[in-house]
């Protein structure tokens, strides 16, 4: 027998999960960012363009930018106060084209059905999509379906693509933060996230609470309208919530982001939920609001833009773009101090869209 010295053992240290995905990954947080910059962007080689992520793609096209976005939604449940997967499909995809300063022109609609799906909530929701299409004022021009196989689907899965022209006189981008900007937010955050939670977990927040889920491109061309090339970046605060939506444009535009904790327009209801179950309100997603990043000198404009709009009638600014803390949001606390604002790390709550 082999004699050990306890006192050259050595404690093995816990290693992060590297070769298989984690639910996390799909939160909108960090472990979503590192699987795209280190898995699948990589793979792409040179098929991928360089250059920052963005919710859409400007692709020119005989002289003229047409933005391009898809996306794949699995929420569940399907049905939610406020909104259902099918509505929340063709919002998601014509508020991405929005990001980019677009009108939505098509959408194209994908529904990955599991055997023995109630084709009455089959109709629903393809009702629920054409009743969002039409009041977004975008056709549905083509799509597909497929059918698997009992336990290969948690029902119904939704993918949709949209293709939309930019708005002249604006060029947002996730690298277009500029020290000095104003941070303007649309609307409440964490109805959604807070929504989709209450009625999965039957937590009963829901008779309170409901999804913001809505359409943000007239919203968009009001704001391009009252202040053109000063719109320097859109992004909506989806999965991973307003926190991961700062800390990209932050990282993107190579800027520090100040933030004023008591701006931050938290409904009452959606507080005394996070509070209950321990979360950040920052961190929890949203489906019907854009953060702004806009020029000191158009920033009163444009505020008024957006409140004169329906989607916008709660807007506020929340803080500052400024050229120190490179990378980072920083919050400034109703005690005065200051905190970094970091992305979800994990998953929060999967399934949010």
């Known amino acids: 027998m082999t004699a050990v010295d306890p006192l050259a053992a050595s404690c093995p240290v816990p290693l992060a999960e590297t070769e298989r995905v984690l639910l996390g990954h799909g939160s909108g947080g960090q472990l979503s ?5 280190d898995v699948l962007v990589p793979a792409l080689g040179s098929a991928a363009p360089a250059g920052a992520l963005e919710d859409a793609a400007v692709v020119p096209i005989g002289g003229v930018d047409v933005v391009l976005s898809t996306d794949a939604y699995v929420v569940s449940p399907l049905f939610f106060p406020g909104g259902d997967i099918g509505a929340l ?3 998601g995809t014509v508020n991405d084209l929005a990001m980019r ?6 959408l194209s609609v994908a529904y990955v059905v599991e055997e023995g799906f109630p084709l009455a909530d089959l ?4 009702t629920s999509v054409g009743a969002a299409a039409r009041a977004a004022g975008v056709p549905v021009v083509t799509g597909d379906t497929k059918v698997v196989g009992r336990g290969a689907a948690d029902g119904l899965y939704v993918v949709s693509t949209g293709v939309g022209h930019r708005l002249a006189g604006a060029a947002p981008s996730a690298t277009g933060a500029a020290p000095g900007d104003a941070v303007l937010l649309s609307g409440p955050i964490g109805s959604h996230g ?22 943000l491109h007239r919203l968009v061309a009001a704001m391009v309208d009252a ?21 990209e ?24 939920a996070c509070e209950l179950l321990g979360l950040d309100p920052a961190h929890v997603a949203n489906e019907g609001c854009l953060v702004a990043f806009i020029a ?17 009638r709660a807007a506020v600014t929340i803080g500052t773009v400024r050229d120190t803390d490179r990378g980072r949001v920083v919050v400034r606390t109703s005690v005065g101090s200051r905190r970094v604002l970091d992305m979800l790390v994990g998953e929060q709550l999967p399934r949010i869209c």
Do not use: K, W
């Open 33 to 37: 960012a590192e699987l795209i910059g």
């Open 89 to 91: 499909a063709v919002h």
């Open 101 to 106: 300063a677009a009108l939505p022109v098509a």
């Open 123 to 126: 109709r629903r929701v393809a």
């Open 194 to 215: 807070t929504t989709i939670l209450s009625v999965r977990e039957g937590l009963g927040f829901d008779a309170d609470i409901c999804s913001d889920t809505q359409p």
């Open 227 to 247: 202040g053109g090339d000063a719109v320097h970046a859109l992004r909506d605060p989806t999965r991973g919530g307003i926190a991961s939506a700062l800390n």
């Open 249 to 272: 444009i932050a990282v993107a535009s190579g800027v520090g982001i100040e933030i004023d904790e008591q701006s931050l327009p938290v409904p009452a209801p959606v507080q005394a």
């Open 296 to 312: 000191p000198h158009r920033a009163d404009a444009v505020l008024a833009a957006m409140r004169a709009r329906p989607e916008g």
